[in-house]
């Protein structure tokens, strides 16, 4: 995923998240994103019993864990935008 369309993703947000905006960003359910703040998986801190969630933070963290598109696909890509022009 591109820095490009991550900025896309997150611009419509808050500095600090909640859980309704995680399930929208994500497209997972309030039960697996609690349990994926709950297990760490998701960057977040629960300094007085509510989760307080940087967007920056998550951002990050979904910026490491998408997947580099292959050389292959890129080229793809490149070739089918050279055609539309």
């Known amino acids: ?4 369309h991550l900025d896309e993703l997150f611009a419509p947000y808050p500095e600090h998240l909640n859980v309704t905006h995680l399930t929208e960003i994500l497209g997972l359910g309030r039960t697996a994103v609690y349990r994926y703040l709950n297990e760490g998986i998701l960057p977040a801190y629960k300094p007085g019993g509510q989760w307080l969630i940087l967007k920056s933070e998550v951002r ?3 910026a490491s864990t998408s997947p580099a598109p292959r050389e292959d696909e890129a080229d793809a890509a490149d070739t089918e935008e050279d055609a539309a022009n």
């Open 1 to 4: 995923m591109d820095n490009t």
């Open 60 to 62: 990050d963290y979904v």
